[in-house]
């Protein structure tokens, strides 16, 4: 009884384990950005690059899924088409960066300045500006959807486009 009972919970939480989400970055793709700045298509998903100057890096078609960037430089750096779902950028100094394409599904922009920044054609369902700093921030052709705006304000539940 006792087996079967440990075989059934086995079985029940195996597919719950394999649903859970990769935090694993390349050490090498690390080191490179450190070393050149330049990094493109590299795998930083889940990495600490929080508080570090980035500016002007090339991480175009990164995955940077979960990524921590909070308190960073990452001035007049290049993002475009990066996947930066649930990225935290939490007092970033985003200025003058491009982020055109990219996926910021459900990212935190709180309290991060992206002045002059250009955020054209990217998904920012769910992702939280509140208190950012968005003077001149091109958000042309971007999807919101239940975005929290700076000034605390949810966009609704249907699609802009």
């Given at each position: 009884?006792?087996?079967?009972?440990?075989?059934?919970?086995?079985?029940?939480?195996a597919p719950l384990w394999?649903?859970a989400?990769?935090?694993?970055y390349?050490p090498?793709?690390?080191?490179?950005?450190k070393?050149?700045g330049y990094c493109?298509?590299?795998?930083?998903?889940g990495a600490?690059?929080?508080n570090?100057n980035?500016?002007g890096?090339?991480?175009?078609?990164?995955?940077?899924t979960?990524?921590?960037?909070?308190?960073?430089?990452l001035?007049?750096?290049?993002?475009?088409?990066a996947?930066?779902e649930?990225a935290?950028?939490?007092?970033?100094?985003?200025?003058?960066?491009?982020f055109t394409?990219?996926?910021f599904?459900s990212?935190n922009?709180?309290n991060?300045?992206?002045?002059?920044?250009?955020?054209i054609?990217?998904?920012l369902?769910g992702?939280?500006?509140?208190?950012?700093?968005?003077?001149?921030?091109?958000?042309r052709?971007a999807?919101?959807?239940?975005?929290?705006l700076p000034n605390?304000?949810?966009t609704?539940?249907r699609?802009?486009?």
């Open positions: 009884m006792k087996l079967s009972l440990l075989a059934t919970a086995v079985t029940l939480s394999l649903l989400p990769a935090k694993a390349s090498q793709d690390l080191e490179q950005l070393q050149t493109p298509r590299c795998d930083l998903s600490a690059l929080n570090i980035l500016s890096v090339n991480l175009r078609n990164a995955n940077l979960q990524a921590n960037f909070s308190g960073s430089n001035t007049g750096a290049d993002l475009s088409e996947n930066m649930v935290n950028m939490t007092g970033a100094n985003l200025t003058n960066a491009v394409g990219v996926n599904k990212a922009f709180e991060a300045d992206l002045t002059g920044a250009g955020l054609a990217t998904n369902d992702a939280n500006f509140k208190g950012a700093k968005t003077l001149f921030t091109n958000f052709g999807k919101f959807r239940l975005t929290t605390g304000l949810v609704s539940n699609r802009y486009w």
